[in-house]
């Protein structure tokens, strides 16, 4: 069994910051493909950055050059800094830790972080 829990969600305005935790019950070390996923109410679910264990990094086109995602075996956490936040980015952000696999069949979901992009 696998436990995610996402943090650093909040309210920011237009052009702010925030950096969200995916913390992970157990070792992320051998884990090959993990991201970040957001839903905004009434859209489907979106992957907006993946990070492989090599380092190796993609982003969806709506937030390259302003999310970097990255990950911290030792602490067995994942991270995505958001900088020049729009309001568009307003949404609840997940972590996943198997790309792999379907998202609609991935089944440690956690609750998720939410982030407010609003002045």
């Known amino acids: 069994q696998v436990h995610l829990v996402e943090s650093g969600g909040g309210l920011v305005q237009p052009g702010g910051s925030l950096r969200l935790s995916c913390a992970v019950s157990g070792s992320i070390f051998s884990i090959n493909a993990m991201g970040w996923y957001r839903q905004a109410p009434g859209k489907q679910r979106e992957l907006v950055a993946a990070i492989r264990s090599g380092g190796s990094t993609n982003y969806a086109d709506s937030v390259k050059g302003r999310f970097t995602i990255s990950r911290d075996n030792a602490k067995n956490t994942m991270y995505l800094q958001m900088n020049s936040l729009k309001p568009e980015d307003t949404a609840v952000y997940y972590c996943?830790?198997?790309?792999?696999?379907?998202?609609?069949?991935?089944?440690?979901w956690g609750q998720g972080t939410q982030v407010t992009v609003s002045s």
């Open positions: 996943n830790t198997d790309l792999s696999r379907d998202p609609n069949e991935f089944p440690y």
